[in-house]
């Protein structure tokens, strides 16, 4: 079965970093879609940005030009670079794989619309 571990969460100051890390374990074959999703207290969960396996990445409006999210295929990690913090950063933050495919037997794939990570807290403050 194909779980994903966060790491890297913490506290963190206005204007610091943070790197978060996601590695998914599993006979993987393929990960379409690796991503970064964060809730905050009393809010919905949202989009914080994805990486697709060709290459293409997407932000929020709210992270973009601080925060870079990179993949490494050959280890199914992701990663969440997280630069100049702000207090509104704080959140839980998600991990998530979309549309991948595990290796059951040789003959015989599995395949996950969607995988979650148990979540990591990050906290900005000082």
């Known amino acids: 079965q194909v779980q994903l571990r966060e790491s890297g969460g913490g506290l963190g100051q206005p204007g610091g970093s943070l790197r978060l890390s996601c590695a998914a374990s599993?006979?993987?074959?393929?990960?379409?879609?690796m991503g970064w999703y964060r809730q905050a207290p009393g809010k919905q969960r949202e989009l914080v940005a994805t990486a697709r396996s060709g290459g293409a990445t997407d932000y929020a409006a709210s992270v973009k030009g601080r925060f870079t999210i990179s993949r490494d295929d050959y280890k199914n990690t992701v990663y969440l670079q997280m630069n100049n913090l702000k207090p509104e950063d704080t959140a839980v933050y998600y991990c998530?794989?979309?549309?991948?495919?595990?290796?059951?037997?040789?003959?015989?794939?599995?395949?996950?619309?969607?995988?979650w990570g148990q979540g990591t807290t990050v906290t900005v403050s000082s």
């Open positions: 599993g006979a993987i074959l393929s990960i379409n879609v």
């Open positions: 998530n794989a979309g549309d991948v495919t595990e290796m059951i037997t040789e003959r015989k794939r599995q395949r996950y619309s969607e995988v």
